[in-house]
T-cell receptor
Framework: EPEVTQTPSHQVTQMGQEVILRCVPISNHLYFYWYRQILGQKVEFLVSFYNNEISEKSEIFDDQFSVERPDGSNFTLKIRSTKLEDSAMYFC???????????FGSGTRLTVV | AQSVTQLDSQVPVFEEAPVELRCNYSSSVSVYLFWYVQYPNQGLQLLLKYLSGSTLVKGINGFEAEFNKSQTSFHLRKPSVHISDTAEYFCAVGEYGNKLVFGAGTILRVKS
């Protein structure tokens, strides 16, 4: 069964550093998402991406965050200057059509120290 | 805007007993409904989904859920649980073309 692949599985970074989280969605999917889950809390929506542009973003997704689909296969989330409170599990998801189910990756655990 | 309420934060149950994890949602339009399971330190695994059609949906690992439009509920059930079902379960709702909104999660603890 096709999978959404996320790398790395764990990343530790120093506060103020830039990080890029990478995702390879399922190849024929058209809609792409990033979610995050702070330890012990619910899964929160960050951003959705369709037709090479952001279609929706949450209040969390401020100017420190950006997304790109640079080469038609990867989908990246960049955090420009990490803060301690950015420590969380970040999930990428994709789906084929707007009326289809979502497939999630296994997540990247980001720890900011 | 849609929202999801999972009524129980934790549900303890003995092995081989039945279980129901409750989920209610609110939305102004037709929705898609999902249950995901998360084992410790792992990602989100889809258990089952309701997109359209039959309101009784069967998923993996013997779980099923029933979509009740009048009560805006999508409760998850399993007739006989195993120790290995111990995990956190998330209900989520999505509207056509839109993001998923997750509930706060229910921790299912299966005791021997």
């Amino acid at each position: 069964e096709p999978e959404v692949t996320q790398t790395p599985s764990h990343q530790v970074t120093q506060m103020g550093q830039e990080v890029i989280l990478r995702c390879v969605p399922i190849s024929n999917h058209l809609y792409f998402y990033w979610y995050r889950q702070i330890l012990g809390q619910k899964v929160e929506f960050l951003v959705s991406f369709y037709n090479n542009e952001i279609s929706e973003k949450s209040e969390i997704f401020d100017d420190q965050f950006s997304v790109e689909r640079p080469d038609g296969s990867n989908f990246t989330l960049k955090i420009r200057s990490t803060k301690l409170e950015d420590s969380a599990m970040y999930f990428c998801a994709s789906r084929l059509r707007a009326d289809h189910g979502y497939t999630f990756g296994s997540g990247t655990r980001l720890t900011v120290v | 805007a849609q929202s999801v309420t999972q009524l129980d934060s934790q549900v303890p149950v003995f092995e081989e007993a039945p279980v129901e994890l409750r989920c209610n949602y609110s939305s102004s339009v037709s929705v898609y409904l999902f249950w995901y399971v998360q084992y410790p330190n792992q990602g989100l695994q889809l258990l089952l989904k309701y997109l359209s059609g039959s309101t009784l949906v069967k998923g993996i690992n013997g779980f099923e859920a029933e979509f009740n439009k009048s009560q805006t509920s999508f409760h998850l059930r399993k007739p006989s649980v195993h120790i290995s079902d111990t995990a956190e379960y998330f209900c989520a709702v999505g509207e056509y073309g839109n993001k998923l909104v997750f509930g706060a999660g229910t921790i299912l603890r299966v005791k021997s």
